[in-house]
């Protein structure tokens, strides 16, 4: 897959370039878009189709490999890790929203919204994603 | 290109995928490994007229294969401080080393690493853009042909035509381009978005990646308004009252530093249980907002009495450099 429709970065973000490359990689793997074997783009492919720092791309890298989502073999590309055969079962994949929503949670707790509002507005969020707000 | 230059590319080629690219590893298969940090300034002071402590007793060191962007607000000195670290400026007092050489009395040898594309291009304006590029090429031990001839086409600027009738932004270009040409180990870049479009951006972001990954160029680049430029700083650092008010990587950034706000006591008490170091503070109003780093990556969480938000890059400029 093309560098710049695998990953995509989000510079307005508080949250890390290498970290958002992680999650994205995570959730490619979980929903089986991205299966065993497939290669992922290389540090100096990945650092200029985002045009970003290859510091920060070996920076995920390295945590993508830590975490078992991918493996390095010499000389050659980076692939996905062998035990990602297929997509992660529904259950598991829901549980990876838990940290984004637990977020959200604890805002709506605080702005005290009667909680059908809240998830009235997910709702149109997630089936309406072209014409937000 | 030199057969060491071809070979570094070819390993890089290979590392690129099979470890992290440190700039360690940039720096010692490119030709000639350096100890010395590329810019090392102390107690740097330069007043105006009527404007003193434009630099005001300022330390700042570089380590090499670092991309920095040096952020903050117009009129803030940047360009002065560049020029000073450059040796173009002469301080009142303190001193900037490059490489380890006094940057005020260059030789030819530290002249060829240093690469400096200003905010106002003042390249000859009767020369053609070829000849002036032959011009500069007649200084240099070396000198990339083909980066040259390849950025030329791709940036579309006519090779006889006359610099004085090139567009403001072909002229930045051109100046772009003499100083990638010589291949310097430190380049510096003053205001690189006000020339550029966002596809020239792009193209140029490329050419910083090469750089990096092929050379472990150190680059320091400045800029007033936040772009997709950034992105290619690994670090960042605000210039602010004549100081550099902080240098780290923008992940660390990202990872350490909180906005927290609410009552005073509140807020001391959470910096002081997670080793806070308070970055500035606004104790007006009834909701003061401190800006804190916890280094130790320790953070507090926020309550209904005390909130604690993440900062992104823009916020960030924001609070510091105001």
Known sequence: ?133 | MTHTHTLTQTLHETLDHTMPISPAQSRSLADGALDAPPVSASGLRVDFKGQPGVLANLDWTLAPGQVVGLLGRNGAGKTTLLETLLGLREPQAGEVRLFGQPALIPDDALRARLGYVPQQSALFEDFSAGDLLRYFRSFYPRWNDAKVDGLMSRWEIPRDRRVGQLSQGQQQRLSIIRALAHEPDLLVLDEPVASLDAAGRRDFLRELVDQVLDRGTTVLFSTHILSDLERVAFNVAFLSRGRIALHAPQDALAEEIRLLSGPVGRLQAAVDAHGGQVLGRRDLGEQPRWLVRFPDGRLPQGDAAMRCEALSLEDLFLELTQ
């Open chain 1, 1 to 133: 897959m093309d560098a710049d429709l695998l990953f995509s970065i989000n510079p307005g973000s508080p949250e890390p370039i290498y970290r958002q490359l992680v999650e994205q990689l995570r959730r490619r793997i979980a929903s089986g878009q991205l299966v065993a074997g497939e290669e992922i783009p290389s540090v100096r492919e990945l650092a200029q189709a985002l045009a970003v720092n290859p510091m920060t791309v070996s920076k995920a890298f390295g945590l993508m490999e830590a975490e078992g989502l991918v493996e390095r073999r010499r000389g050659l590309p980076m692939v996905v890790a062998a035990q990602h055969q297929k997509a992660m079962k529904t259950r598991g994949r829901v549980e990876l929203l838990r940290p984004a929503l637990e977020k959200a949670a604890a805002e709506a707790r605080q702005l005290e919204l009667p909680p059908d509002q809240v998830l009235a507005l997910f709702k149109a969020l997630l089936e309406d994603q072209g014409e937000m707000r």
